[in-house]
């Protein structure tokens, strides 16, 4: 479970991060994280 946890906030804070440079402004069908 520590580990679900561990991972859930790293996706938050990747996904945060992509946000905040825009990192995905031009992905077509495909995300940073890869889901």
Known sequence: MFSQILQLMARLGFESAVRKHG????????NSWGS
């Open 23 to 30: 990192a995905e402004r031009h992905a077509q069908g495909f």
